[in-house]
T-cell receptor, first 113, second 112 residues
Framework: ETGVTQTPRHLVMGMTNKKSLKCEQH?????MYWYKQSAKKPLELMFV???????ENNSVPSRFSPECPNSSHLFLHLHTLQPEDSALYLC????????????FGPGTRLTVL | GENVEQHPSTLSVQEGDSAVIKCTYS??????FPWYKQELGKRPQLIID?????GEKKDQRIAVTLNKTAKHFSLHITETQPEDSAVYFC???????????FGTGTRLLVSP
């Protein structure tokens, strides 16, 4: 598959569960991002990784834990989430530089019960 | 850090009309301003962008204008079609590394 892929596409979890979201980019990019999309804050940046190094943590609660083992893969580990964490989680990637387009994945629709 | 405001939040037009969406930004050092379109149930996709050294850019029916002095930029869609119906997000590149700050989105509805 080409572009940016995310799995799973839908996830329902209880507040005590632990789950992980996976993102993979097939574009040869060196930067990857996690965004949260909800009705209240349509596109909220969570984390930025550049060449596997985290360069941005936008005051995200510790119940969200990112992992970037290489430039092509990005994970978001979830534990002890709250119902208000229910949202669409989008992954994106881009090439380095100021003017480069961010390509988004299809997202994971997360529901926390 | 950068802050982006976007207006209106919803916009309804008749097919064939023009639509304008406006954004303001706070950091005068921001130098890159992309616009993304998100159709219902789909991922956001870039439709046009502009750099700070350019005042206007066109691509067929869409255009973007930038006023650096006033720190605002706008998306213009002419001859709107029903398939233009979507949520549109503006963004500004924060002077920090690789970070885009998005506006809150405009839901455009084009009625036949």
């Amino acid at each position: 598959e080409t572009g940016v892929t995310q799995t799973p596409r839908h996830l329902v979890m209880g507040m005590t569960n632990k789950k992980s979201l996976k993102c993979e980019q097939h574009l040869g990019h060196n930067a990857m991002y996690w965004y949260k999309q909800s009705a209240k804050k349509p596109l909220e940046l969570m984390f930025v990784y550049n060449f596997k190094e985290q360069t941005e943590n936008n005051s995200v609660p510790s119940r969200f834990s990112p992992e970037c083992p290489n430039s092509s893969h990005l994970f978001l580990h979830l534990h002890t989430l709250q119902p208000e964490d229910s949202a669409l989680y989008l992954c994106a990637s881009s090439q380095g530089g100021t003017y480069n387009e961010q390509f988004f994945g299809p997202g994971t629709r997360l529901t926390v019960l | 850090g950068e802050n982006v405001e976007q207006h209106p939040s919803t916009l309804s037009v008749q097919e064939g009309d023009s639509a304008v969406i406006k954004c303001t930004y706070s950091d005068s050092a921001s130098n890159y301003f992309p616009w993304y379109k998100q159709e219902l149930g789909k991922r956001p996709q870039l439709i046009i962008d502009i750099r700070s050294n350019v005042g206007e850019k066109k691509d067929q029916r869409i255009a973007v204008t930038l006023n650096k002095t006033a720190k605002h930029f706008s998306l213009h869609i002419t001859e709107t079609q029903p398939e233009d119906s979507a949520v549109y997000f503006c963004a500004a590149k924060d002077t920090g590394f690789q970070k885009l700050v998005f506006g809150t989105g405009t839901r455009l509805l084009v009625s036949p």
